[in-house]
């Protein structure tokens, strides 16, 4: 009977389908196409009879926004976009997927528009044809969707060319949506019983009357890749790798920091290929991180350090374009960000100092002075674990496995050493 019941054509077949909703916030991103598509997926393999796609986007990558309209136009089931709550927006890249639904709608308060495209890095880097190139093929893009559609052609151009942004009402009464509800259920109320037309011609009836909703929501994987895409996250990223390798290069052979390092540079380059990144921002943070790293080998007396942290501010507050402040890393986060920096930088070079203060030493003699722990109990005899590799050591007290110790003296191949907070001669 369940099966029976499942079954388009057959009554009673709605009572048994789904509203699948799903709630995309945040700029658009791969990420968000990954969670686009399996949502998609997820309702096609539902059999599901309609699909909400709740926006709120201040926009986002265009190779990302043209695969998510595509997959959004190519949808087995029909496709509602929702601009909600009230506040929300679907700004820039989110203008497209509104106009490419099924249906599109908005709730009281919302917003819609302003799609002139904005190239990632520098404007500078990139020439007055080529950026007249690109909003002409992003207006061509809207009044292709628009047309299919059946929604206003030139209000959707002008949202690109003019970087208009509409009201709901406004959006309703110029044809760019086709309603303005409050809430999902209002929607899938007002939704229930109308016939739509799908972009590939073929017009479908909506049954929603007795239909279950179902929210997909994020996995882990689009969850850690949402948040690091954040230009605060991103940047904050980019800071420990930079921190990690500079800790490498000053103390080498810890390892950790190192690899700390890489990974995190490795996601903030993630981050930052999806966001409007400045090259002088970089290149500024590339010159403070070299002042850093040289301040370890060349004595300035704290020149290169200040040189450095002036280059780092100024670089932080350059390295994302957004066009609005939400979508740029705020002087907030760098301020006391360089302050900790330069705390760091600081001690790093300290130690470097008291390094070069030590007297010359060769060898196993290096290891005098070296900290490490007891692995086998010193009675006297046992052995310990320093500077990364396992000796045989002796000590003038019997000393339990896990007691730090410190190297007075190398003896041929072992240690003799004394508790690490003990005088010794």
Do not use: C
């Not at 190519?74 to 976009?81: F, I, K, Y």
């Not at 196993?364 to 070296?370: D, H, K, M, R, S």
């Amino acid at each position: 009977m369940a099966l029976a019941l499942s079954l388009p054509g057959r009554p009673g077949a709605a009572a048994d389908r789904a509203v699948v909703v799903l709630e995309l916030r945040g700029a658009i991103q791969p990420a968000s196409l990954r969670y686009l598509r399996r949502g998609l997926a997820e309702s096609r393999d539902r059999s599901a009879a309609l699909t909400i796609l709740e926006l709120d986007t201040p926009g986002g990558l265009l190779v990302s926004l043209r695969e998510m309209t595509a997959a959004l136009t190519g949808a087995e089931r029909p496709v509602a976009v929702f601009v909600t709550p009230a506040g929300a927006r679907a700004a820039s890249a989110g203008f497209f997927l509104l106009i490419a639904a099924d249906v599109a709608a908005m709730a009281p308060g919302t917003n819609a528009g302003a799609a002139h495209p904005i190239p990632l890095g520098s404007r500078d880097s990139v020439s007055d044809k080529a950026l007249e190139k690109i909003a002409s093929d992003a207006a061509a893009f809207a009044r292709a969707l628009a047309e299919q559609r059946g929604r206003s052609v030139q209000w959707a151009e002008k949202a690109v060319t003019h970087s208009l942004s509409y009201g709901d009402r406004e959006a309703l009464g110029k044809g760019l949506i086709d309603l303005v509800v409050s809430d999902r259920d209002s929607l899938i109320r007002a939704l229930d019983g109308r016939r739509v037309r799908r972009f590939d011609g073929r017009t479908e009836v909506l049954s929603l009357s007795s239909a279950r909703v179902e929210v997909v929501g994020l996995d882990v994987a689009e969850r850690i890749l949402m948040v690091i895409a954040d230009p605060n996250v991103a940047y904050l990223l980019l800071l420990v790798g930079m921190l990690g390798i500079a800790i490498e290069i000053y103390s080498p052979g810890l390892v950790v920091p190192g690899a700390l390092g890489v990974l995190s540079l490795l996601l903030a380059f993630y981050a930052l290929s999806v966001l409007p990144v400045s090259l002088v921002g970089v290149a500024l943070l590339v010159l403070a991180v070299t002042a850093f790293v040289a301040e370890a080998f060349v004595v300035s007396y704290g020149l290169l350090t200040a040189g450095g942290l002036v280059a780092f501010v100024l670089g932080s507050i350059m390295l994302v374009e957004g066009p609005v402040p939400a979508a740029r890393v705020s002087v907030w986060l760098v301020l006391p960000t360089a302050l900790v920096l330069a705390a760091v930088v600081a001690l790093l070079a300290a130690k470097v100092l008291r390094a070069r203060r030590r007297p010359p030493r060769a060898g196993l003699e290096e290891l005098v002075g070296e900290v490490g722990d007891v692995v086998v109990p010193l009675a006297p005899e046992g052995r310990v674990f320093v500077h990364g590799e396992y000796w045989d050591a002796v000590s003038p007290t019997d000393l339990p496995t896990g007691t730090r110790v410190r190297v007075r003296r190398v003896v041929g191949r072992r240690l003799e050493v004394n508790p690490a907070g003990a005088e010794h001669d």
